[in-house]
């Protein structure tokens, strides 16, 4: 089993310690609006790896200026915060369990759960907003707005939800997940290069290494679904079994062939860079092995 690269402790940390900022602690609010803040916290702060976040970090810093990548990876962070408390919900999987905790809904009611969603995706261009100069805060807030939106992760998480005891091409299932998960990624590697004022080739490259890194970061994620345990991953075991998965359609072996080739190929999108991308080259080799 491949650990997390030694480099991204640090990252975490960092943006750990920003997103604790960013939502700010109940007591420093109104009443009121206390149990909305504790369920955004709780699923904001949860333990993770804060791998698009940490996508955003690395892209700024190739690009040569990271300085000012921090408020948009914690923007990212909350809108995959968000997109996961609706994710869990009843009328969508139902989930029990997220990153070894119970989801918000069964902590604090389906109701709060609703209400941090949206908390949580308002703070995150609200962030943009105070953040950057309105140029910039503009082309980042289009950017996470496209990610998230009719061509994105509500298309995505749509298609799944009514994909459920159906059987799916693989172009129809590989359509779904790079709009439910490859799009984040994408807009993860796109955001740090822009604030760093990469290239438009600089752009080009990150965004096809993360829209391919994305994708294989799913395959996993069905693979693990069928190989792994609660403890391992953080949520239930075979929690998608009424869904077309990368499993169900290629086996176990094939879903691990394709997340392997998926991360080949993101890392062969990052030659203009040369070593210079060799922390994003062994991001892509851990999505490729992990088992959390």
């Given at each position: 089993?491949?650990?997390?690269?030694?480099?991204?402790?640090?990252?975490?940390?960092?943006?750990?310690?920003?997103?604790?900022?960013?939502?700010?602690?109940?007591?420093?609010?109104?009443?009121?609006?206390?149990?909305?803040?504790?369920?955004?916290?709780?699923?904001?702060?949860?333990?993770?790896?804060?791998?698009?976040?940490?996508?955003?970090?690395?892209?700024?810093?190739?690009?040569?200026?990271?300085?000012?990548?921090?408020?948009?990876?914690?923007?990212?962070?909350?809108?995959?915060?968000?997109?996961?408390?609706?994710?869990?919900?009843?009328?969508?999987?139902?989930?029990?369990?997220?990153?070894?905790?119970?989801?918000?809904?069964?902590?604090?009611?389906?109701?709060?759960?609703?209400?941090?969603?949206?908390?949580?995706?308002?703070?995150?261009?609200?962030?943009?907003?105070?953040?950057?100069?309105?140029?910039?805060?503009?082309?980042?807030?289009?950017?996470?707005?496209?990610?998230v939106g009719l061509d994105g992760l509500v298309a995505g998480q749509a298609e799944d939800v009514l994909a459920t005891d159906a059987?799916?091409?693989?172009?129809?299932?590989?359509?779904?997940?790079?709009?439910?998960?490859?799009?984040?990624?994408?807009?993860?590697?796109?955001?740090?290069?822009?604030?760093?004022?990469?290239?438009?080739?600089?752009?080009?490259?990150?965004?096809?290494?993360?829209?391919?890194?994305?994708?294989?970061?799913?395959?996993?994620?069905?693979?693990?679904?069928?190989?792994?345990?609660?403890?391992?991953?953080?949520?239930?075991?075979?929690?998608?079994?009424?869904?077309?998965?990368?499993?169900?359609?290629?086996?176990?072996?094939?879903?691990?062939?394709?997340?392997?080739?998926?991360?080949?190929?993101?890392?062969?999108?990052?030659?203009?860079?040369?070593?210079?991308?060799?922390?994003?080259?062994?991001?892509?080799?851990?999505?490729?092995?992990?088992?959390?």
């Amino acid at each position: 089993m491949r650990s997390l690269p030694a480099f991204f402790t640090e990252s975490q940390d960092t943006i750990a310690r920003a997103l604790d900022l960013m939502v700010p602690a109940p007591e420093t609010q109104g009443a009121s609006a206390s149990q909305v803040i504790d369920a955004m916290r709780y699923t904001l702060l949860a333990p993770s790896k804060r791998v698009r976040a940490v996508v955003v970090l690395l892209a700024a810093d190739l690009c040569g200026h990271p300085s000012r990548a921090l408020p948009v990876a914690c923007a990212i962070e909350a809108i995959h915060a968000s997109s996961l408390i609706l994710d869990d919900l009843p009328c969508m999987d139902d989930a029990p369990l997220r990153r070894g905790r119970p989801t918000v809904h069964t902590v604090y009611g389906e109701a709060i759960a609703l209400l941090a969603a949206f908390g949580l995706l308002n703070e995150a261009y609200r962030h943009l907003a105070r953040s950057y100069d309105a140029p910039l805060a503009a082309r980042l807030t289009s950017l996470c707005a496209d990610a998230v939106g009719l061509d994105g992760l509500v298309a995505g998480q749509a298609e799944d939800v009514l994909a459920t005891d159906a059987t799916l091409n693989f172009e129809t299932l590989e359509r779904i997940h790079r709009r439910k998960t490859g799009v984040l990624f994408s807009a993860a590697a796109t955001a740090g290069a822009l604030t760093a004022g990469g290239s438009a080739a600089d752009v080009a490259a990150l965004t096809a290494y993360a829209k391919n890194l994305g994708l294989a970061f799913q395959v996993v994620d069905d693979l693990l679904d069928v190989i792994g345990t609660p403890e391992e991953t953080g949520k239930a075991a075979r929690h998608d079994a009424r869904k077309t998965t990368f499993v169900s359609f290629s086996g176990v072996d094939g879903a691990r062939e394709l997340a392997h080739e998926l991360c080949r190929t993101a890392t062969l999108a990052l030659a203009p860079f040369g070593q210079r991308a060799a922390r994003l080259g062994e991001l892509a080799d851990f999505v490729a092995a992990r088992r959390l």
